[in-house]
Antibody, heavy 120, light 109 residues
Framework: QLQLQESDPGLVKPSETLSLTCIVSGDSISSYNFYWGWIRQPPGKGLEWIGSIYFSGSPHSKSSLKSRVTLSVDTSKNQFSLRLSSVTAADTAIYYC????????????WGQGVLVTVSS | QSALTQPASVSGSPGQSITISCTGSSSDVGNYNVVSWYQQHPGKAPKVMVYEVTKRPSGVSNRFSGSKSGNTASLTISGLEAEDEADYYCCSYASSNCVFGTGTKVTVL
């Protein structure tokens, strides 16, 4: 059974960089059938797509976040990562990592989510 | 990449059918048959209920069905049950990303 587990950065200060890693277990991240994605959800609000990346690279992110988002993959550790720079309180959210099925572009597995709070 | 538009809330009595709409544009919903629907209970990660507009993953009840017309996709829940009370989100492929809908709270009366 595939499992996705986000790291927990806890509290991040405004203007700093939020860093999250998603450890994938139960299957190899190096599959041509899937992308690896990040989604966030501010407390009490809706879902927001952040971006996704293939195991060989080729990251894509939401246009409004693109200038602040860096996506990467480490196949040797079977994990992928998100870095979001220059954070503000508006970036406070539950961050989910997910597996995205290529072609149909739907999410078939989600991590449990981690609350990241931006505050001084 | 603006969020797709969904009604804020939809309600129905047990056994009834309800439909949730998801309106986008010719750049997303209208241009691709790649719309998925997610159910989210409080405090839980979302779960896919429908993908590629009409397909249901294994294990999802056939009471859930999807459709699309033009720039609007829809999710219908028939034979409403208490466990269907949750938030629902659509997501459409667009420009190598997925655009989520604004979300709909389904209440079972």
């Amino acid at each position: 059974q595939l499992q996705l587990q986000e790291s927990d950065p806890g509290l991040v200060k405004p203007s700093e960089t939020l860093s999250l890693t998603c450890i994938v277990s139960g299957d190899s991240i190096s599959s041509y059938n899937f992308y690896w994605g990040w989604i966030r959800q501010p407390p009490g609000k809706g879902l927001e797509w952040i971006g996704s990346i293939y195991f060989s690279g080729s990251p894509h992110s939401k246009s409004s976040l693109k200038s602040r988002v860096t996506l990467s993959v480490d196949t040797s550790k079977n994990q992928f990562s998100l870095r979001l720079s220059s954070v503000t309180a508006a970036d406070t959210a539950i961050y989910y990592c997910a597996r995205v099925v290529a072609g149909s572009y739907h999410i078939d597995y989600w991590g449990q989510g981690v609350l990241v709070t931006v505050s001084s | 990449q603006s969020a797709l538009t969904q009604p804020a809330s939809v309600s129905g009595s047990p056994g009834q059918s309800i439909t949730i709409s998801c309106t986008g544009s010719s750049s997303d919903v209208g241009n691709y048959n790649v719309v998925s629907w997610y159910q989210q209970h409080p405090g839980k990660a979302p779960k896919v209920m429908v993908y590629e507009v009409t397909k249901r993953p294994s294990g999802v009840s056939n009471r859930f069905s999807g459709s699309k017309s033009g720039n609007t996709a829809s999710l219908t829940i028939s034979g409403l049950e208490a466990e269907d009370e949750a938030d629902y989100y659509c997501c459409s492929y667009a420009s190598s990303n997925c655009v989520f809908g604004t979300g709909t709270k389904v209440t079972v009366l």
